[in-house]
């Protein structure tokens, strides 16, 4: 992984060096070529700017509970909601009634619990490729790709915008549950098709550095030629490079790996995503990975931390702020 990260940054500085002096445009707007996305949005030189983002909102309470604090006191940049999920409409109330913070779509076709599970929002009849034989979302992205149609995703996705919008939320971002919609070619043309109808910014990662391709396909995403041209076509603003919060065997250690983890990315515009959760006894009847979900609630308040973005000149951005600089950029 070290030796992954330092090729990509050997890329990302190449691409610099090879390309200061040229002032063309990209897709007749004022973006330049040869930067990586956080130089082309106005984001200074050579620096990680980074986008701390929590999934699985919506998912239980426990979720919802962890996450609000951090917004509030801007130790994260953004979150996600899981709209089939039972506490979904808390998540999406308090959205509403905190439209400052950037929340968005944790777009969800899976649903891999053993026993807390979830069904579709489009009616089930219209999606049948989408459910199982218990009538909920199958638990594998490997199940999905292989039963469900790419009309079928994407009625479910924009019945799940449509719900949030209908009970009063605007959705800053639109993310992908398990990587779902990165599973198949025709997946990630629906999903961009979908972010540009809305003029809802997906996370979609620039895969045009082949550095950065590769390392997704080694991730098992499949990255094939179909997929870069998608990629390559989408209009909205686009990650520099993505990645998740390391485990741990203790709290230590996962910080430990977290802050290594962040000292070896290379300069651009990245989300890091995590899975924040308050520790109750519901929470471990829903997950084995309760006690990872725990520390990742406790992780961003740590003064540790907190000092180390400090010290490393962590510049933190979110969704929202992206557009309005991608907006302020392509209008002129």
Request: glycine share 4%; with cysteine; hydrophobic share 40%.
């Amino acid at each position: 992984m070290k030796i992954l990260i330092k090729l990509i940054f050997t890329a990302f500085i190449s691409l610099i060096i090879l390309n200061c002096s040229e002032e063309q445009s990209v897709n007749e707007n004022n973006l330049l070529e040869g930067k990586n996305w956080a130089e082309k949005l106005g984001y200074p030189a050579g620096k990680k700017i980074l986008i701390m983002h929590a999934d699985d909102i919506g998912m239980c309470d426990e979720a919802n509970i962890s996450v609000y604090p951090y917004l509030e006191k801007q130790e994260i940049q953004s979150a996600a909601i899981m709209v089939p999920c039972q506490y979904a409409e808390d998540a999406i109330k308090w959205a509403v009634e905190n439209p400052d913070y950037d929340l968005g779509l944790h777009l969800t076709l899976t649903s891999e619990w053993k026993t807390y599970r979830w069904g579709t929002i489009a009616d089930p009849n219209t999606v049948p490729g989408l459910l199982d034989d218990e009538s909920r979302m199958y638990r594998s992205v490997r199940e999905v790709v292989e039963n469900a149609k790419p009309d079928e995703v994407d009625k479910e996705i924009r019945a799940q915008i449509e719900k949030a919008i209908s009970l009063g939320m605007k959705p800053y971002h639109i993310d992908t549950h398990m990587g779902t919609l990165y599973g198949s070619s025709e997946f990630v043309k629906v999903f961009f098709k979908v972010a540009e109808e809305y003029n809802i910014p997906a996370n979609a990662i620039d895969l045009s550095n082949p550095v950065v391709a590769e390392h997704f396909k080694k991730a098992g995403y499949p990255i094939d030629d179909k997929v870069i041209e998608t990629v390559n076509n989408y209009k909205l603003p686009k990650l520099d490079f993505f990645s998740s919060v390391p485990k741990g065997n203790t709290y230590e250690e996962k910080r430990e790996n977290f802050l290594n983890h962040i000292k070896e990315l290379p300069a651009g515009l990245i989300e890091i995503i995590f899975h924040p959760s308050i520790e109750t006894e519901n929470l471990k009847t829903i997950t084995n990975s309760w006690q990872q979900r725990v520390w990742e609630a406790e992780i961003f308040s740590d003064p540790i931390v907190k000092q180390f973005f400090i010290d490393e000149g962590i510049v933190f951005t979110n969704w929202k702020e992206i557009m309005s600089k991608f907006n302020s950029l392509t209008k002129k």
